[in-house]
């Protein structure tokens, strides 16, 4: 059974930094391309960084560029995301997703980012 | 970037009745187009992919079609649990980050 456990959620000044991971399990992480997907609350979804899977390729929303930056470690079986310089309007449920030829076919349940001062 | 635009934003229909959901494309996708259900409090579940090929565990009331830049997912009888929010997704471009279209909520009449 594929499991996508995120973690490292919580709150955060504007201006500041946060540290997310996607533990993955019950598949062959190293194999898949994954990515981050966040939902704004009562909003739609997002998607914000994908990785490939030895992690050499990264791409990024416009909306996170230079901001976040995702990485992955293949030997931890285990997802990044790096956030800096957080805003208001990232806050949202931040969602670990495994890829299959693109698009994503298992999602984790999410980890809950809420910038405020 | 192309853009999604799914209609109607809102459907209200009753049990038993036939849903059809719209995805349009701003340009062509071929048949790289996802569609993917979630319920309050839950992560997406990938529904369809592909256009057509429904994903495994998916009942067979769910159905997909289209290519190019018109999509359609048609539930042929509503069942309670079918009530939620549908998002559709292209994954034809390059780089892979995928805008999703805004969503249809599927509400019970």
């Known amino acids: 059974e594929v499991l996508l456990l995120e973690s490292g959620g919580g709150v955060q000044q504007p201006g500041g930094s946060l540290r997310l991971s996607c533990a993955a399990s019950g598949f062959t992480f190293g194999s898949y391309a994954m990515s981050w997907v966040r939902q704004a609350p009562g909003k739609g979804l997002e998607w914000v960084s994908s990785i490939s899977v030895n992690g050499d390729e990264t791409y990024d929303a416009d909306s996170v560029k230079g901001r976040f930056t995702i990485s992955r470690d293949n030997s931890k079986n285990t997802l990044y995301l790096q956030m800096h310089s957080l805003r208001a309007e990232d806050t949202a449920l931040y969602y670990c997703?495994?890829?299959?030829?693109?698009?994503?076919?298992?999602w984790g349940q999410g980890t809950l980012v809420t910038v405020s001062s | 970037e192309i853009v999604l635009t799914q209609s109607p934003a809102t459907l209200s229909l009753s049990p038993g009745e036939r849903a059809t959901l719209s995805c349009r494309a701003s340009?062509?996708?071929?048949?790289?187009l996802v569609w993917y259900q979630q319920k309050p409090g839950q992560a997406p579940r990938l529904l369809i992919y592909g256009a057509s090929t429904r994903a495994t565990g998916i009942p067979a009331r769910f159905s997909g079609s289209g290519s190019g830049t018109d999509f359609t997912l048609t539930i042929s009888s509503l069942q309670s649990e079918d009530f939620a929010v549908y998002y559709c997704q292209q994954h034809y471009t390059w780089p892979p980050v995928y805008p999703f279209g805004q969503g249809t909520k599927l509400e019970i009449k």
């Open positions: 340009q062509h996708v071929s048949r790289n």
């Open positions: 997703a495994k890829r299959f030829s693109g698009y994503i076919d298992f």
